[in-house]
């Protein structure tokens, strides 16, 4: 097999998961974009609705700081065994809080 001809494993779930995130947080894609402002190489609004739609996905900063603004570890993210409904009963409550 030549290199590069193995497909890497893409998390189904991973852009909904995303999509969550950012409803929970109570902010739009240029928002989520403003508070993802600080990672190396940071997405714009646009680039969040790709990341949301699953044509594109986060590098690995912009994946940490998803995990990190919802309060959950990073695996539950990439990991399909987690569905969307998990991971919404994973995100505390009060996450919106510190973002409106």
């Given at each position: 097999?030549?290199?590069?001809?193995?497909?890497?494993?893409?998390?189904?779930?991973l852009?909904?998961?995303?999509?969550?995130?950012?409803?929970?947080?109570?902010?739009?894609?240029?928002?989520?974009?403003?508070?993802?402002?600080?990672?190396?190489?940071?997405?714009?609004?646009?680039?969040?609705?790709?990341?949301?739609s699953?044509?594109?996905?986060?590098?690995?900063?912009v994946?940490?700081?998803?995990?990190?603004?919802?309060?959950?570890?990073?695996?539950?993210?990439?990991?399909?065994?987690?569905?969307?409904?998990?991971?919404?009963?994973?995100?505390p409550?009060?996450?919106?809080?510190?973002?409106?």
């Amino acid at each position: 097999m030549a290199q590069g001809s193995r497909k890497r494993p893409v998390p189904r779930l991973l852009a909904k998961k995303l999509k969550l995130i950012r409803a929970r947080l109570g902010v739009g894609q240029a928002g989520m974009a403003r508070l993802l402002g600080k990672t190396p190489s940071p997405p714009d609004g646009g680039t969040i609705s790709r990341l949301e739609s699953g044509e594109r996905e986060p590098n690995l900063f912009v994946l940490l700081e998803y995990a990190r603004l919802a309060k959950i570890n990073a695996q539950i993210l990439i990991d399909d065994g987690w569905s969307v409904k998990d991971i919404d009963k994973s995100i505390p409550a009060d996450v919106d809080r510190d973002y409106r």
